[in-house]
């Protein structure tokens, strides 16, 4: 028997449990809670151990009775403490308005008045208190000493030097350049030695070619005067002085050109010596050889010649001369390769081992001289250190990383300075200045006396939480209405400005903040933001007026314009607007506050196109997470809408295949209500994207809507014949709507077009049918309820306008197929334009008598205004046309 009855306490109690968790399930509370799970578990561990116990102990009585009331003093304090978090969850649900508001305000407090928790009472500057002593003897470092003494040490740690590799090639360039200018020059002058040496010296051939023209002319008739001499001595016969006279006419006039002034050459080494040469010649030879030679030392006279101008020439181009007539022409064909080959590798020894920057001349000169000794010939050394030194220039420059690397080191090396403060010394005195070593000293024995501002934070927060005031207040008088979700995203784009700022990065988020807000909330709360944040910013945060004037003004251009914007393309224009506003501002205030000017000019220029490329980097940021931003706040801007109203969405594509009839109808009703929407200036984009998915419900069940049987039976006559079924069919495309609208993940502001289109009309076909059945049959009970969409009603202008078209869309189509032909008496236009308006006027007082558009936010006064739009819209869908006369048969047969 008393099993039986702690059988059934335990079944009530557990009643009891079940109503109760359904009831805070139904709510909501338990999922709210994350400590409700554990205080169900455990509940059922106690139930389980209890029952165990009951039954494994039945004899004991004492023990049940302990057992029970165990069990029920422990369903009570679990019963007491889910309903204590139950009543907090409730609390915090229903004013979550205020729990976003203190969010923001202690974050915005937290973020910008950073530097006021860990405030120290004595600053550096300021007179001491109090004489303050050292506590306990200490070694403290002088970090100003250490830093001064490594400092030095790294200015003069070595430097480390690299051959510039394009230093090189342009000397080698030069080198080249000027040795192809000395080849130019000999091939003018021809080859050297010009003649065979045995026969004619190389110092009488260079004398030869490059002595004056007197001379050459006096050597001539010294030639032809030893010929003559020879004449006479010889007694030569007349047939062996034939080929003399033949060569008198060219040497003759050689002598009588110098006779007036002859000139004695005899003193004159190389002449002696190349008149003598020559007339051996003439005797190991012959005449007529001599002749050859002479004739072929005039030639190279001449190319002798022609090269020295070109040399003169070439030394007039050139700043420096690095040829000298008789050292460049001199050489022969072989001392002048070899020579060439010296320079190359001389140089390239130099190069390599590297020119310094402020190297001695004389220093380099030496180089060059010992290392042309190896590799060129004597005679011309000195040409070949004309061409280096030309050309040679210092090839080694320092290696930034590797000498700050050794400056590092040297630096790290040096021991840091310690200075030894000893017990009961005196830091400071009293009212004498804290100098940077005291406050250094006082802050090594924890004696600054930190402590948190917390009077400048309440300051603070008094200011911030007027801008939040302001902000609600704007809010609540503009068109828009912002979630919690909302207001979360614009907590947390705007603690993004400063909170960059606050790490020390001056390039913050100011696009992208006036992006975001103005795509989203539209330019109102944009501006509303970035007016408050900006004195804020400036009173709050040590940082630099330019950079926070040229960030705002960027975030007011993008917050101003981009809900005008209808693509992404636009908005990414704007974003390269934004960069030029913002770099374009930095740069006019700095030049008014004169900082533009001097030798900080560049600097000034850097800075500015550096805060342009950020306002173009934090612009493609924000279009970058734009899409993630909307899809995870559930935003919808004119973007994202226009977006959703393509006809080639895969919802759409499927409304118009399997039910045509109902794609026709939205168009229809997403004209009548977008021509409402723009008169009364509500959201066109919305109201059209909204329509485009109202019906999709009907998908479902596309027969069981009549604009869909297309003539055909109509099923609820035919198959169902009972208006309580018919009317949970066409209930149904609401709830299968929402279910298709979240499967596609279109946003709420989307799926409140659904419901709210219909909001809670009767049915009234169907409704009608059951009042009749219920007057043939007593028995049936017609409960409006059961013919009445579940709702809401309308909550904004913009699905109250859609539910009007819905309902006046179907009346104007009837009326339209009412109408009489246009070739009776009254004209469509006459009769159906006061049929329409009337119709529709009926219509929208019926919707307004049932309380449909009590929440929506249209008034009374705009319901005749709205009727007339749809009728002129209706006008315009079916206007006017000419009635064409009508053809007999037979007339028509012998066009044919």
Same mark, same amino acid.
């Given at each position: 028997?008393?099993i039986?009855?702690f059988?059934?306490f335990?079944t009530?109690?557990?009643?009891?449990?079940r109503?109760q968790?359904k009831?805070?399930?139904?709510?909501?509370k338990?999922m709210r809670s994350p400590?409700?799970?554990t205080?169900?578990?455990?509940?059922?561990?106690?139930?389980?151990?209890?029952i165990?116990?009951?039954?494994?102990?039945t004899n004991?009585?004492s023990e049940?009775?302990?057992?029970?009331?165990?069990?029920?003093?422990?369903t009570?304090?679990?019963?007491?403490?889910?309903?204590?978090?139950?009543?907090?969850?409730d609390?915090?649900?229903?004013?979550?308005s205020?729990?976003i508001?203190a969010?923001?305000?202690?974050s915005?407090?937290?973020?910008?008045?950073?530097k006021?928790?860990?405030q120290?009472?004595?600053?550096?500057?300021?007179?001491?208190?109090?004489?303050?002593?050292a506590p306990y003897?200490?070694?403290?470092?002088d970090?100003?000493k250490t830093?001064?003494?490594?400092k030095?040490?790294?200015q003069?740690?070595?430097?480390?030097?690299m051959?510039?590799?394009?230093?090189?090639?342009q000397?080698?360039?030069n080198l080249?350049?000027?040795?192809?200018?000395?080849?130019?020059?000999?091939a003018?002058?021809?080859?050297?030695p010009?003649?065979?040496?045995?026969?004619?010296?190389?110092?009488?051939q260079r004398y030869?070619?490059?002595?004056?023209?007197?001379?050459w002319?006096?050597?001539?008739?010294?030639v032809?005067?030893?010929?003559?001499?020879?004449?006479?001595?010889?007694g030569?016969?007349a047939?062996?002085?034939?080929?003399n006279?033949?060569r008198?006419?060219?040497?003759?006039?050689?002598?009588?050109?110098?006779?007036?002034?002859p000139v004695?050459?005899?003193?004159?080494?190389d002449?002696t010596?190349?008149?003598?040469?020559?007339?051996?010649?003439?005797?190991?030879?012959?005449e007529?050889?001599?002749?050859?030679l002479?004739?072929?030392?005039?030639?190279?006279?001449?190319?002798?010649?022609?090269?020295?101008?070109?040399l003169?020439?070439?030394e007039t181009i050139?700043?420096?001369?690095v040829?000298?007539?008789?050292?460049?022409l001199?050489?022969?064909n072989?001392e002048?390769e070899?020579t060439?080959?010296?320079?190359?590798?001389?140089?390239?020894r130099?190069?390599?081992q590297?020119?310094?920057?402020?190297l001695?001349k004389?220093?380099?000169?030496?180089?060059?001289?010992?290392?042309?000794?190896?590799?060129v010939?004597?005679?011309?050394e000195?040409?070949?250190k004309?061409l280096l030194?030309?050309?040679?220039?210092?090839?080694?420059?320092?290696?930034?990383?590797?000498?700050?690397?050794?400056a590092?080191?040297?630096?790290a090396?040096?021991?840091?300075?310690?200075?030894?403060?000893?017990?009961?010394?005196v830091?400071v005195?009293?009212?004498a200045?804290?100098?940077?070593?005291n406050?250094?000293v006082?802050?090594?024995?924890?004696?600054?006396r930190?402590e948190?501002?917390?009077h400048?934070?309440?300051?603070?927060a008094g200011v911030?939480a007027?801008?939040i005031?302001?902000?609600?207040?704007?809010?609540?008088?503009?068109?828009?209405?912002?979630?919690q979700r909302?207001?979360?995203?614009?907590?947390?784009l705007?603690?993004?400005?400063p909170g960059?700022?606050?790490?020390?990065?001056?390039?913050?988020?100011?696009s992208?903040l006036?992006?975001?807000l103005g795509?989203?909330?539209g330019?109102t709360?944009g501006?509303?933001v970035v007016?408050?944040l900006?004195p804020i910013l400036?009173i709050?945060?040590?940082?630099s007026k330019?950079?926070l004037?040229a960030?705002?003004? %960027?975030?007011?251009? *993008? /917050?101003?314009i981009?809900?005008?914007? !209808?693509s992404?393309?636009?908005? $990414? =224009?704007? +974003?390269?607007?934004?960069?030029?506003?913002?770099?374009s501002i930095?740069?006019?205030?700095?030049?008014?506050? %004169?900082q533009?000017? *001097? /030798?900080?000019?560049?600097?000034?220029l !850097?800075?500015?196109?550096?805060? $342009? =490329?950020s +306002?173009?980097g934090w612009s493609?940021?924000?279009?970058?997470?734009?899409p993630?931003?909307?899809k995870v706040?559930?935003?919808?801007?004119?973007?994202?809408?226009?977006e959703?109203?393509?006809?080639n969405?895969?919802?759409l594509k499927?409304?118009?295949?399997?039910t045509?009839?109902?794609?026709?109808?939205t168009l229809f009703?997403?004209?009548l209500?977008?021509a409402a929407?723009?008169?009364?200036?509500c959201n066109?984009?919305?109201?059209?994207a909204?329509t485009l998915y109202?019906?999709?419900?009907?998908?479902?069940?596309p027969?069981?809507f009549?604009?869909n049987?297309?003539?055909?039976?109509?099923?609820h006559?035919?198959?169902?014949k009972?208006p309580?079924k018919s009317?949970e069919i066409?209930?149904?495309?609401?709830t299968e709507?929402l279910?298709?609208?979240?499967k596609?993940?279109?946003?709420?502001?989307?799926?409140?077009?659904?419901?709210?289109?219909?909001g809670?009309?009767?049915?009234?076909?169907?409704?009608?049918?059951a009042?009749q059945?219920?007057?043939?049959?007593?028995?049936?009970?017609?409960d409006?309820?059961?013919?009445?969409?579940d709702?809401p009603?309308p909550?904004?202008?913009?699905t109250?306008?859609?539910?009007?078209a819905?309902?006046c869309?179907?009346?104007?189509?009837?009326?339209?197929?009412?109408?009489?032909?246009l070739g009776e008496?009254r004209?469509?236009?006459?009769?159906?334009?006061e049929?329409?308006?009337?119709?529709?006027?009926?219509?929208?007082?019926a919707?307004w008598?049932?309380?449909?558009?009590?929440?929506?936010?249209?008034k009374r006064?705009?319901?005749?205004?709205i009727a007339?739009?749809?009728?002129?819209?209706w006008q315009q869908?079916?206007h006017k046309?000419?009635?064409?006369?009508?053809?007999k048969?037979?007339s028509?047969?012998?066009?044919s």
């Amino acid at each position: 028997m008393k099993i039986k009855q702690f059988l059934q306490f335990l079944t009530q109690q557990l009643t009891n449990w079940r109503r109760q968790y359904k009831g805070l399930r139904r709510k909501g509370k338990l999922m709210r809670s994350p400590k409700s799970k554990t205080h169900r578990r455990e509940l059922l561990r106690t139930v389980l151990k209890n029952i165990i116990l009951f039954l494994s102990k039945t004899n004991d009585k004492s023990e049940r009775r302990k057992q029970e009331r165990a069990l029920q003093s422990k369903t009570k304090s679990v019963k007491t403490k889910s309903t204590i978090y139950a009543v907090g969850l409730d609390w915090v649900h229903e004013q979550r308005s205020l729990v976003i508001l203190a969010i923001a305000l202690v974050s915005l407090t937290g973020v910008i008045g950073h530097k006021l928790y860990n405030q120290t009472q004595l600053q550096v500057g300021n007179p001491a208190p109090q004489t303050i002593t050292a506590p306990y003897t200490a070694s403290i470092e002088d970090q100003k000493k250490t830093e001064a003494e490594r400092k030095a040490v790294s200015q003069t740690s070595l430097q480390v030097l690299m051959v510039d590799a394009r230093m090189n090639q342009q000397i080698k360039e030069n080198l080249q350049q000027l040795l192809d200018n000395g080849n130019e020059i000999r091939a003018v002058a021809g080859a050297f030695p010009f003649f065979d040496p045995i026969v004619l010296s190389i110092s009488s051939q260079r004398y030869l070619r490059s002595c004056p023209e007197l001379e050459w002319q006096t050597l001539l008739v010294a030639v032809e005067n030893g010929r003559n001499q020879q004449k006479k001595g010889a007694g030569q016969t007349a047939a062996s002085s034939a080929p003399n006279q033949e060569r008198q006419p060219r040497t003759t006039p050689y002598a009588t050109e110098d006779k007036a002034k002859p000139v004695d050459f005899s003193q004159n080494t190389d002449f002696t010596q190349a008149v003598a040469e020559l007339e051996s010649y003439r005797v190991t030879t012959s005449e007529k050889n001599l002749s050859l030679l002479i004739a072929e030392i005039s030639q190279t006279r001449q190319r002798y010649t022609q090269a020295t101008a070109k040399l003169l020439q070439l030394e007039t181009i050139t700043p420096e001369a690095v040829y000298e007539e008789s050292l460049l022409l001199d050489l022969s064909n072989v001392e002048w390769e070899t020579t060439q080959m010296g320079i190359h590798q001389s140089a390239e020894r130099i190069l390599t081992q590297g020119i310094p920057q402020g190297l001695p001349k004389n220093i380099l000169q030496n180089a060059v001289s010992l290392q042309l000794q190896s590799f060129v010939p004597e005679s011309a050394e000195s040409l070949a250190k004309n061409l280096l030194l030309a050309v040679l220039k210092p090839n080694l420059q320092r290696d930034e990383q590797q000498t700050k690397e050794n400056a590092q080191k040297a630096s790290a090396g040096v021991p840091p300075v310690m200075v030894k403060v000893r017990y009961g010394e005196v830091i400071v005195k009293k009212g004498a200045q804290i100098t940077a070593w005291n406050f250094k000293v006082l802050e090594h024995y924890h004696l600054v006396r930190r402590e948190v501002k917390w009077h400048e934070l309440v300051k603070l927060a008094g200011v911030i939480a007027i801008a939040i005031g302001i902000f609600v207040w704007v809010e609540r008088h503009v068109y828009y209405e912002l979630r919690q979700r909302d207001r979360l995203l614009v907590l947390l784009l705007t603690l993004s400005v400063p909170g960059l700022v606050t790490i020390g990065l001056p390039y913050t988020t100011w696009s992208a903040l006036g992006l975001l807000l103005g795509s989203f909330y539209g330019p109102t709360l944009g501006l509303t933001v970035v007016g408050l944040l900006l004195p804020i910013l400036a009173i709050s945060l040590d940082i630099s007026k330019a950079a926070l004037l040229a960030g705002a003004g %960027g975030a007011i251009l *993008g /917050s101003y314009i981009a809900q005008r914007l !209808r693509s992404r393309e636009e908005l $990414a =224009l704007l +974003g390269v607007a934004i960069a030029l506003t913002q770099g374009s501002i930095y740069l006019v205030v700095k030049i008014l506050i %004169g900082q533009a000017f *001097g /030798s900080t000019w560049y600097i000034v220029l !850097r800075e500015a196109g550096l805060f $342009a =490329l950020s +306002g173009l980097g934090w612009s493609v940021v924000a279009l970058g997470l734009s899409p993630y931003l909307e899809k995870v706040f559930d935003l919808v801007t004119p973007i994202r809408l226009a977006e959703l109203s393509n006809p080639n969405r895969p919802l759409l594509k499927r409304l118009a295949t399997e039910t045509p009839g109902t794609f026709q109808h939205t168009l229809f009703v997403a004209t009548l209500a977008e021509a409402a929407a723009k008169q009364l200036g509500c959201n066109v984009e919305l109201v059209r994207a909204g329509t485009l998915y109202h019906d999709i419900g009907k998908m479902h069940d596309p027969l069981g809507f009549i604009e869909n049987q297309m003539g055909g039976p109509n099923k609820h006559d035919t198959e169902i014949k009972d208006p309580w079924k018919s009317a949970e069919i066409i209930k149904k495309h609401v709830t299968e709507g929402l279910v298709m609208a979240r499967k596609h993940l279109l946003p709420t502001a989307i799926q409140a077009f659904i419901p709210e289109h219909q909001g809670t009309m009767l049915i009234a076909y169907f409704h009608h049918q059951a009042q009749q059945m219920a007057q043939s049959d007593p028995s049936l009970i017609v409960d409006d309820a059961d013919f009445r969409y579940d709702g809401p009603i309308p909550q904004s202008r913009e699905t109250g306008i859609v539910m009007l078209a819905d309902s006046c869309e179907a009346a104007l189509r009837s009326l339209q197929a009412s109408a009489k032909p246009l070739g009776e008496k009254r004209s469509l236009k006459d009769v159906s334009t006061e049929q329409a308006l009337a119709m529709l006027n009926n219509i929208l007082r019926a919707k307004w008598q049932d309380n449909q558009l009590v929440d929506s936010g249209l008034k009374r006064e705009e319901m005749s205004q709205i009727a007339q739009i749809f009728v002129d819209v209706w006008q315009q869908f079916h206007h006017k046309r000419i009635a064409y006369p009508k053809l007999k048969a037979s007339s028509a047969v012998r066009n044919s």
